[in-house]
């Protein structure tokens, strides 16, 4: 691992603590598991609030707006769910990634 | 998560300490390993070690279901005492390699940025740059100055602190005269054979750039291999 892709990792887990802390509702999102060629390695956040502003990658920007909408459920709910993606499917390559792999996200409240 | 939780694992972060959050993906509940704190009763202690060395999160499969491993470690960082011709070609490796590098020496002929175009360089004593910026257990110290004067106190802080690699330049006649300072200062003897010394693997090494290379070897070596147990 990098150092640049630890804080990258850092920032994220900061700002979902700056967010929490200013009054904001927040979930976290985390690639738990890749298959071929994922655009992000395993252990990537991406923190959303119930607004739908996020920040961080879990995708490279192919999947983050499926995962946001889902996020603003998952803090709605209070309930954690886990996510599939194929990268390479039609959508993905409409918007413009096709690089062939799938990634599972984990996406949990911070409460 | 639990927002207590995410705040002792920025915490962690910030204070530069290894940690491990464990989630059970099936009832989502979350619990964090410190590394500090030891976790050798620990139900899943073989896969955190292997995490705690390899930095890498991922899901694992146990009794209990699966698990998702968030890691942080620090990033592994380089602290090279002495600006010589051997750490202008060891700073560009190890750099590529991903280390955080520092050179410190407080001789000004050879610390110049002139020398040292892109590392952070400290044109200062080890004493000075160290007790600003603490070693820790993910930093590496490599000592290639051949002056006991600047050499052997950031050598005596990585011993004292648990680097994880400590090498030293200089021959068997002058590591052994080194010891003997050491022993004479109070070091505890235990800790001299983790001292890699003569530096770097055995590979023949002859020019500045190819002991650079034996000692990158080392360094790498000991951030990804298990630790001999101490006899």
Same mark, same amino acid.
């Given at each position: 691992?990098?150092?640049?892709?630890?804080?990258?990792?850092?920032?994220?887990?900061?700002?979902?603590?700056?967010?929490?802390?200013?009054?904001?509702?927040?979930?976290?999102?985390?690639?738990?598991?890749?298959?071929?060629?994922?655009?992000?390695?395993?252990?990537?956040?991406?923190?959303?609030?119930?607004?739908?502003?996020?920040?961080?990658?879990?995708?490279?920007?192919?999947?983050?707006?499926?995962?946001?909408?889902?996020?603003?459920?998952?803090?709605?709910?209070?309930?954690?769910?886990?996510?599939?993606?194929?990268?390479?499917?039609?959508?993905?390559?409409?918007?413009?990634?096709?690089?062939?792999?799938?990634?599972?996200?984990?996406?949990?409240?911070?409460? | 998560?639990?927002?207590?939780?995410?705040?002792?694992?920025?915490?962690?972060?910030?204070?530069?300490?290894?940690?491990?959050?464990?989630?059970?993906?099936?009832?989502?509940?979350?619990?964090?390993?410190?590394?500090?704190?030891?976790?050798?009763?620990?139900?899943?202690?073989?896969?955190?070690?292997?995490?705690?060395?390899?930095?890498?999160?991922?899901?694992?499969?146990?009794?209990?279901?699966?698990?998702?491993?968030?890691?942080?470690?620090?990033?592994?960082?380089?602290?090279?005492?002495?600006?010589?011709?051997?750490?202008?070609?060891?700073?560009?490796?190890? =750099?590529? %390699? &991903?280390? +955080?590098?520092?050179?410190? *020496?407080?001789?000004? @002929?050879?610390?110049?940025? $002139?020398?040292?175009?892109?590392?952070?360089?400290?044109?200062?004593?080890?004493?000075?740059?160290?007790?600003?910026?603490?070693?820790?257990?993910?930093?590496?110290?490599?000592?290639?100055?051949?002056?006991?004067?600047?050499?052997?106190?950031?050598?005596?802080?990585?011993?004292?602190?648990?680097?994880?690699?400590?090498?030293?330049?200089?021959?068997?006649?002058?590591?052994?005269?080194?010891?003997?300072?050491? =022993?004479? %200062? &109070?070091? +505890?003897?235990?800790?001299? *054979?983790?001292?890699? @010394?003569?530096?770097?693997? $055995?590979?023949?090494?002859?020019?500045?750039?190819?002991?650079?290379?034996?000692?990158?070897?080392?360094?790498?070596?000991?951030?990804?291999?298990?630790?001999?147990?101490?006899?």
């Amino acid at each position: 691992m990098t150092a640049t892709e630890i804080q990258q990792v850092a920032d994220v887990l900061h700002t979902a603590e700056t967010w929490s802390k200013s009054g904001r509702q927040v979930a976290l999102a985390t690639v738990i598991e890749t298959w071929g060629s994922a655009p992000r390695p395993v252990g990537s956040h991406l923190v959303i609030d119930a607004d739908g502003n996020f920040e961080g990658s879990v995708s490279g920007g192919c999947v983050e707006g499926a995962v946001v909408t889902e996020a603003v459920d998952v803090i709605e709910t209070g309930q954690p769910t886990t996510l599939e993606f194929g990268v390479a499917d039609e959508t993905a390559w409409r918007v413009g990634l096709s690089c062939g792999g799938r990634i599972r996200v984990y996406v949990e409240p911070v409460s | 998560m639990d927002f207590s939780l995410l705040e002792l694992l920025n915490r962690e972060r910030a204070a530069r300490r290894a940690a491990i959050l464990v989630t059970r993906l099936d009832d989502s509940s979350q619990r964090l390993v410190r590394k500090e704190d030891g976790y050798a009763s620990d139900p899943l202690a073989e896969e955190l070690e292997k995490r705690f060395r390899s930095g890498k999160s991922g899901t694992i499969e146990t009794e209990e279901g699966n698990v998702f491993l968030t890691v942080s470690v620090p990033a592994p960082r380089l602290v090279i005492i002495g600006a010589v011709h051997i750490t202008q070609a060891l700073v560009p490796m190890a =750099e590529i %390699a &991903g280390l +955080d590098v520092t050179v410190i *020496d407080p001789r000004t @002929a050879f610390a110049t940025e $002139d020398r040292f175009p892109s590392s952070s360089l400290k044109a200062d004593w080890p004493e000075e740059v160290l007790n600003e910026t603490p070693l820790d257990a993910y930093t590496a110290v490599a000592a290639v100055t051949h002056d006991p004067k600047i050499d052997d106190f950031p050598l005596i802080e990585a011993l004292k602190t648990g680097c994880f690699y400590v090498g030293a330049l200089g021959s068997r006649k002058t590591h052994a005269k080194r010891l003997e300072r050491f =022993e004479a %200062a &109070g070091v +505890d003897p235990a800790l001299f *054979d983790r001292i890699d @010394a003569p530096i770097g693997l $055995d590979i023949g090494a002859a020019s500045p750039e190819e002991i650079a290379v034996a000692v990158l070897g080392s360094i790498i070596t000991a951030l990804r291999k298990a630790p001999e147990l101490s006899p």
